[in-house]
């Protein structure tokens, strides 16, 4: 899992220890995240499957992607597919996605970068492995985030940020037992490179064996630890977590994540996905691709897909083969 790395962690600069008077978020709940498919069939855990959405809010879905070995001709992707009313946020940690959309805007995304879409009022996207990694096979591993927008933000122009691997700003905690990869939001007065319209953080932290983080985290916001590999404990209760578990914590000033001494042989220690956002608390209508206010917003979103409001795929765009898939990345 190389995402980012450091040679020497020592030289990063130290999260603070929490002060005196901060409390300790203890565990709501642990969930653990089923398989499936997506696209035209890349492996996925969905992450936050079992979680009230109200302990998710601002945030709606989460889909680990892999980590799989694909042999040569078996890497997948998606179909052209439309989106309106959130943000994607597709995090790579090993391997390479292209994507592309309506409006003209796409790139390529490898080890450790970002590609963060707000969808706004609306567009057609596709994303796919390149046609080397299809024809080669390889390793790969990410994960996709869907980050719910407010009303009055639902409508916006769609964008793209795309944030490279060493844009992230990279810490360690008192001890240098951790790296932790800002992505977005702030941490002790570091902020990643994403800019949010809903006030949010978002880290990858890869956890040292025997090692525990303790990070300050904004009272306002709520917090989730997301396991990608490894084995651990979260909470100052010590609760036991493995790879695919989400821990959903409750109130408090501090989050606590703890790698377990013992590790599978193959990883560096515990590898987890931190976020936390401040919650929007509007009506949400959910159907497929859109996420709105309304059951009739939902619906007039489909209706204007249909009609072809939401864009035309480009006509320069020549898909190569063994592409299909969904409306859900």
Known sequence: MPAVTVSDVTTLPRVPEPGPTDVDRHVR???TAPSGYEGEGFPVRRAFAGADLRDLDPFLHMDQ?????YA???PRGTSWHPHRGFETVTYIIDGTFEHADSHGGGGVISNGDTQWMTAGGGLLHIERPPEALVMSGGLFHGLQLWVNLPRADKWLEPKYQDLRAGESVLLTT?????????IAGELAGHRGPGSTHTPMAMMHATVSPGATV???WRRDFNALVYVLSGAGTVGPEGRPVRTGQLAVFGPGDVITVAGAVKQESHLAGL??????????REPIAWGGPFVMNT???VLQAFEDYQKGKLGVIPATYVPH???GGSTGS
């Open 321 to 323: 083969g063994g592409l």
């Open 295 to 297: 059951k009739a917003e």
């Open 271 to 280: 590898d987890v996905v931190i976020l936390g956002g401040q919650p929007i």
């Open 174 to 182: 008192p001890d240098g037992g951790a790296l932790i990869r800002v």
């Open 214 to 216: 303790r990070l300050p």
């Open 29 to 31: 709940s642990v969930t």
């Open 72 to 74: 040569p001709g078996e």
């Open 65 to 69: 992607m892999g980590e799989v070995e």
